[in-house]
């Protein structure tokens, strides 16, 4: 039941304090004043409280169980970067710059932190999410071409098959024109197929490194002298992040402009779909485009500087998400260099471990030394059994597991796309593989049980054609 | 071994054979090693994290409630205490994205309750499940309208905060939007004459702030009777106002787009809050974000999933509405707990008293020699003549405990020495009439 239809007229849920104010009478004009008040609803505290706790208990979630979502690193989120937050949320963005020290410090911090992590000079926190941060990181080379007056000539950023789809779409946002390149027969990106495409008409190569296939481009440091020789710049998609931390830098691979998901890396609370955080990292001669405000360390203190003549502008409203940097500042305090380290070895010993056992039953598509997350390759497994991806991900939640990404990467037909985080234990991965055994099995000797799953769930599944055919976008009475 | 980290040495030995390499670097072949290490310190307990956080939040001063008279965009106001509880709930917090809609009902529903609040607030036919930040928010209704009418030319009011037609700018100048700006009258309303003579046939869409930045409160009727059909009426409302002021579909917007902080959020140093995003059926194809959608399950019974996804960006890829994939569901969680709660004569009472306690003010400004520089009707927030030395006394009053009406002279240099001052439900009589004896000093 919607909350709309626990409503009851003249109920409420609230209460106010006294008021002592003398009323001054309301002079808005007539026809500016609401005739016909919003259908809110009408219910008391307990209603609320009742309504949505149990919509909660309708949600899967980390702290619950396994979500091995591929690209996503739904990692185990610590309670304590909850509290830290807590101690922020009283400010006001635009109080008083002497009253806010402490929290430019935070961010002076975490930006040399993840300076250090990315092997950038500079950097801003500002983009609230992943798809943000590409999209400042694209406006960034843009403003860097046409200062330099060859954004007459780039129009191309160039990106990978295999890309997430917010690569190509940030790339149109920012104004450019999208070459999508086919991927080699090894997963990675095709030498010869990017030498055909690479002059002076590319602006940017947007890459993830591992890619989403969880293989490392071994010829990265290639491809960037590739790119440079051209005049082109990289742009590394962090999303993947996890698997490297401790071993190389996005910018020793000569990355130019990197971005990271606080969200993913750096434990923060995924919320449904957010508030994330994506802040983006560049080398020096990139430092001038940065949206403003930047955070720079002026002697022992931290200041705020506006002063950017040549800034791309603001890509949102003051600081970024900053409680979410709060929380990531607070996972780096706990974890340390030696920890992130140690996050990364054991995402992908995770990952490895998780391919080895699963490559028994299904195929793994480019099945070798994985990085943090693989790919399995459904498409003789449906032929042979009529058991699709999207079935068996929905059998994996009658067994208490959320799925894996599904139907990504584009390059693998009926792809499952599986990202363990290095915070699941050796007993969760065996138990998830034994569910994926059992499904297998399900699907040889009654695919119609798997086709009809999932029958524990709050729902089951859902007509999502008619959905959208005949949207009903709000309730109505 | 870490305590968020499970693995014992022994099940890593395991594991190791298990995938057939002797160690974990083996696994790591491919990458080029760069560094040994980073240079950042050992991690510490959480009883030293804690102690390291806290001794910077203390580095920061935060303001009685009461004692806040400063707005331009991000307000306090009374959050009763269930909703930071519910809102708490992991179920909610450590969920992803609904793509399993099965195992996500809890926040499917949600979003979708959460539309229908912001279409009954705007006066809408449909609202997206969230957008980054009102100025985003606000730059993607922008390019929404150039993607219904194939134009480029956008009429954007100087009352719109300054920082939203920043991030705009930002936003549209890469595919060649031309935002024009249409300048105020001594209401501190949108100059009307100057609207009508920059209208024309190229122009994409019209854009106001309801209310405005200083507080005023536009005649939307009047403005939109002005501006042909088919040119888009984009209005960048304010929440907590709408549930006194008439709403901005009434009047025939197309889009309302706006900052949802005001319902249930704490300032946060501005981030996060939450942009929302309205519009009317006809333009939803051309709508940026996610949208939740009703249907049935497999036995009829009824369910939510995300629908229209082929705008998307993991669909349509380059030719997407928007990049934007993560948002901020997050909020929208927090915004619907607090409407649920205030209910529409509860957020009607909120809206009234930050009215009433705006007028009072100023009122009481005026008398101490603070003269309001437009004659316009206001909601909550108002524009007073200072003195120009009145930044300084700013800054000593904060360390008076009071956080004053911002100087705005930088930004609206026209304007001379100027400040904005907001009150909320939560200024008392006393607080208001304190900030008078220290404004006065």
Known sequence: MTIFELSKPGRKGYELPTYDVPDSGCNIPEHLLRKKPPMLPEVSEVDVVRHYTNLALKNYSVDRGFYPLGSCTMKYNPKINEDMAILFTQLHPFQPRETIEGAVELMGHLKELLCEITGTDDMTLQPAAGAHGELTGLLIARAYFEDIGELGKRKKVIVPDSAHGTNPASAGMAGFEVIEIKSGPDGCVD??????????????????????????????????????????????????????????????????????????????????????????????????????????????????????????????????????????????????????????????????????????????????????????????????????????????????????????????????????????????????????????????????????????????????????????????? | MHRYIPHTEEEIKEMLQEIGVGSIDELFVDVPKTIDGYKIPDGKDEFTVRKIVETLAQKNKAFQPENVFLGAGIYYHYIPTVVKHLAANPNFLTAYTPYQAEVSQGTLQMLFEYQTMMCELTGMEVANSSMYDGASSFAESLLMATRITGKYKMLVAKTINPEYRTVARTYTSPIGIKIEEIGYTELGAVNLDELKAKLDDETAAVAVAYPNFFGVIEDLKTIRSFIRQNVIFIVVAEPVSLALLEAPGTFGADIVVGEGQSLGVTPNLGGPGIGFFTTLEKHVRKMPGRLIGQTKDLDGKTGYVMILQTREQHIRREKATSNICSNQAYIALINAIYLSIMGPQGLKEVAYRSYNNAHYLAKKLEEAGFPRIFTGEFFNEFVVRVSTDYRNRWHEMAKDGILGPIPIDRVYKELGPSALVCATEVNTKESMDRLVEVMRK
């Open chain 1, 191 to 477: 030498l010869e197929e990017l030498k055909k495409h690479l002059d002076e008409t590319v602006a940017v190569i947007m890459l993830t490194n591992p890619n989403t296939l969880g293989l490392f481009e071994k010829d990265i440091l290639t491809i960037a002298k590739m790119a440079h020789d051209v005049g082109a710049l990289l742009y590394y998609d962090g999303a993947n992040l996890n698997a490297i931390m401790g071993r190389t830098r996005p910018g020793d691979m000569g990355f130019d402009i990197v971005h990271l998901n606080l969200h993913k890396t750096f434990s923060t609370p995924h919320g449904m779909g957010g508030p994330g955080s994506g802040p983006i990292g560049v080398k020096a001669p990139l430092a001038q485009y940065l949206p403003v405000p930047v955070v720079r360390k002026s002697g022992e203190k931290y200041e705020l500087d506006y002063n950017l003549p040549k800034s791309i502008g603001m890509v949102r409203t003051f600081y970024g998400n900053f409680l979410v940097l709060v929380k990531a500042y607070t996972y780096i305090l706990t974890m340390g260099g030696k920890g992130l380290k140690h996050v990364s070895d054991m995402a992908v010993l995770n990952a490895n471990y998780l391919r080895a056992k699963l490559s028994k039953t299904f195929k793994i598509a480019y099945d070798r030394i994985c990085m943090h997350e693989f790919v399995i390759d459904n498409e003789e497994f449906a032929k042979k059994t009529g058991v699709k991806t999207l079935d068996i991900a929905k059998r994996l939640l009658d067994y208490g597991l959320h799925a894996p990404t599904i139907y990504f990467p584009l390059i693998v037909h009926e792809a499952m796309m599986i990202e363990p985080t290095e915070t699941e234990s050796k007993q969760t991965l065996d138990a998830f593989v034994e569910a994926m055994e059992k499904i297998a099995k399900e699907a040889q000797e009654n695919p119609q049980l798997v086709k009809g799953a999932p029958y524990t769930t709050p729902v089951r599944r859902l007509d999502d054609v008619n959905a959208t055919k005949y949207p009903v976008f709000r309730f109505k009475r």
